[in-house]
């Protein structure tokens, strides 16, 4: 099993509609989480830091659920420059940042 | 200046040539990452430096040889590469503990 596993997408959305991506890691020993996003042939931009408390960034809210080992991000009205990749990242710290990617969810928005 | 540059954007070689791979930033972030990635996968780590030291080296062939002249650069020396080895190269670094992570726009290398 991955130690951090995502929605296998890809997933297809009109514009305007709102779309979840789903994530949940397997080692408790995490500290840190975040969402990323990568666009075609392009080095991966973090969107959002994730806490338990709930963030939120314009159209996008991220939450994480410690107990439940799961991290949700959540778009509402998409738009066509939302279509990417959405890379779930977990940190946890041994001798360096440990830095595990889930495999990725493919986003794309429709006219 | 929250960037983190690298050079060159696409390198095309042959399977007998040496080239490197430079990745430089200025944010004071003691943490240097390179990754390899392929199509539709998501990154994949190769080496980790701390403080300008070798921390990790995930089973990387030694065809690739990392080098950290000092705590902004970071060098990915290659010879000898494989067809294979075709795939878009990453820097990183990091502030040390927080996770967060800064790329570079990546070399994009093709090995004929």
């Known amino acids: 099993r991955k130690e951090v596993e995502q929605d296998p997408g890809p997933f297809n959305v009109p514009e305007g509609a709102t779309v979840a991506f789903n994530c949940t890691y397997s080692n408790s020993a995490s500290q840190s989480f975040f969402w990323y996003r990568q666009d075609c042939r392009k080095e991966p931009k973090l969107l959002m830091s994730?806490?338990?408390s709930g963030n939120e960034d314009g159209r996008f809210t991220a939450q994480l659920n410690r107990a439940s080992q799961y991290i949700s991000l959540l778009i509402r009205d998409s738009k066509l420059s939302d279509s990417a990749t959405y890379l779930c990242v977990v940190n946890r710290k041994t001798s360096y940042d440990k830095v595990i990617f889930g495999p990725g969810t493919s986003l794309s928005v429709i006219p | 200046d929250t960037e983190v540059t690298q050079t060159p954007k696409h390198l095309v070689m042959g399977m007998t040539n040496k080239k490197s791979l430079k990745c430089e930033q200025h944010m004071g972030h003691r943490a240097m990452y390179w990754y390899k990635q392929k199509a539709k996968k998501p990154p994949e780590l190769m080496f980790v430096y701390s403080y300008e030291k070798l921390s990790i080296n995930e089973s990387v062939p030694s065809r690739f040889s990392p080098e950290c002249p000092n705590s902004s650069l970071l060098n990915l020396h290659l010879h000898a590469l494989q067809p294979e080895d075709s795939a878009l190269y990453l820097c990183a670094s990091s502030q040390s503990g927080t996770g967060r992570q800064y790329f570079g726009p990546g070399t994009r290398l093709t090995v004929l």
């Open positions: 994730v806490y338990s």
